[in-house]
Antibody
Framework: QVQLQESGPGLVKPSETLSLTCSVS????????WSWIRQPPGKGLEWIGY???????NYNSSLKSRVTISLDKSKNQFSLKLTSVTAADTAVYYC?????????????WGQGTMVTVSS | ETVLTQSPGTLSLSPGERATLSCRAS???????LTWYQHKPGQAPRLLIY???SRATGIPDRFSGSGSGTDFTLTISRLEPEDFAVYYC?????????FGQGTRLEIK
């Protein structure tokens, strides 16, 4: 059974870059869309973007200028970089995988990692 | 962008009652690629329904989804204590993928 685990700093200073990694275990990173989704405190879920196994990406237009998602097939990991962060980027960040290749119905999630943007 | 509007914002019901949650899209969702998630504090979201009406693996049959085009519904036939949570709809038929703002289902 595939499991996902987010890792990265829990505290990032304003204007700096948030970097998170999602490690995939129990299965290959191939043939799926791999997404990042976040939830700011007291708010709803927000899709950040995804990367396909081929390396193609799609990002939320509201974050597009600041987001990069990349894939490391050799390590079975994918990563999120969000530049020029502000307090509005404080959130629980989840990585997720869909139930089927080609789908975006996410049935496998990491446990989430809280990232606080503060000086 | 396809905006998903969920109603009501909060639903107060008792265990054993029937819950009906609505998700309305600003434009038709291609392929009815509409999903529902249950989200509890401190946990990852849980996939309940995909493609509008198909139950995900392991989801009890008291959860059902219906609808097409722009109007979708999640029904919980008889509420169990563990069903009180926040529910989100999400569409991926149209790019970009979007979530609704959520419906909080609380114990009355």
């Amino acid at each position: 059974q595939v499991q996902l685990q987010e890792s990265g700093p829990g505290l990032v200073k304003p204007s700096e870059t948030l970097s998170l990694t999602c490690s995939v275990s129990g299965g290959s990173i191939s043939n799926y869309y791999w997404s990042w989704i976040r939830q700011p405190p007291g708010k709803g879920l927000e899709w950040i973007g995804y990367i396909y196994y081929s390396g193609s990406t799609n990002y939320n237009s509201s974050l597009k200028s600041r987001v990069t998602i990349s894939l490391d097939k050799s390590k079975n990991q994918f990563s999120l970089k969000l530049t020029s962060v502000t307090a509005a980027d404080t959130a629980v960040y989840y990585c997720a995988r869909p139930r089927l290749a080609g789908s975006h119905a996410y049935d496998t999630w990491g446990q989430g990692t809280m990232v606080t943007v503060s000086s | 962008e396809t905006v998903l509007t969920q109603s009501p914002g909060t639903l107060s019901l008792s265990p054993g009652e029937r819950a009906t949650l609505s998700c309305r899209a600003s434009q038709s969702v291609d392929g009815n690629y509409l999903t529902w998630y249950q989200h509890k504090p401190g946990q990852a979201p849980r996939l309940l329904i995909y493609v509008a009406s198909s139950r995900a693996t392991g989801i009890p049959d008291r959860f059902s989804g219906s609808g097409s085009g722009t109007d979708f519904t999640l029904t919980i036939s008889r509420l169990e204590p563990e069903d009180f949570a926040v529910y989100y709809c999400q569409q991926y038929g149209n790019s970009p993928l979007t979530f609704g703002q959520g419906t909080r289902l609380e114990i009355k």
